[in-house]
């Protein structure tokens, strides 16, 4: 837990969120603003940043990480999806708890530019 990190609360259930998926690795919750039809962020419970640090600090919890996406996409989008990391500010990252985008819902485009 990071007293600071808004995703840590959401975790703790200090600040709601609409939480679709929970198990003793990851919690996985709807993004406040969607991209897509289906928009959820899947984390770790350890407060770690980026992706590399999760597959360096806590592996197992990344790969709960990925089998959360695929449930989320089964049971949302046909199991098709896409997963997306940011990975600092010019990527677009704002929430340093590290944290996977399940998209779909759609067909998707391919210009993140
Ligand atoms: P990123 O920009 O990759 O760090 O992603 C952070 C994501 O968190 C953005 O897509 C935001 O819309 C989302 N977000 C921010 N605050 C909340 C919140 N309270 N509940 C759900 N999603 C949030």
């Given at each position: 837990m990071s007293e600071d990190c808004l995703f840590c609360k959401?975790?703790?259930g200090d600040i709601p969120a609409t939480k679709?998926?929970?198990n003793e690795h990851?919690?996985?919750f709807r993004d406040i603003a969607p991209k897509a039809?289906?928009?959820v962020l899947v984390i770790p419970r350890t407060h770690v940043k980026d992706v590399a640090a999760a597959a360096a600090e806590v592996p197992q919890e990344l790969a709960a990480m990925a089998l959360?996406?695929?449930e989320i996409a089964d049971a949302e989008?046909?199991?098709e999806f896409?997963?997306?990391f940011n990975t600092g500010a010019s990527a677009g990252q704002s929430v340093f708890h590290v944290h996977g985008h399940v998209?779909?819902?759609t067909e998707l485009e391919w210009n993140p530019a």
């Open positions: 959401i975790i703790d679709v998926l929970e990851v919690v996985a039809p289906v928009h959360a996406a695929q989008c046909g199991g896409r997963w997306v998209l779909g819902g």
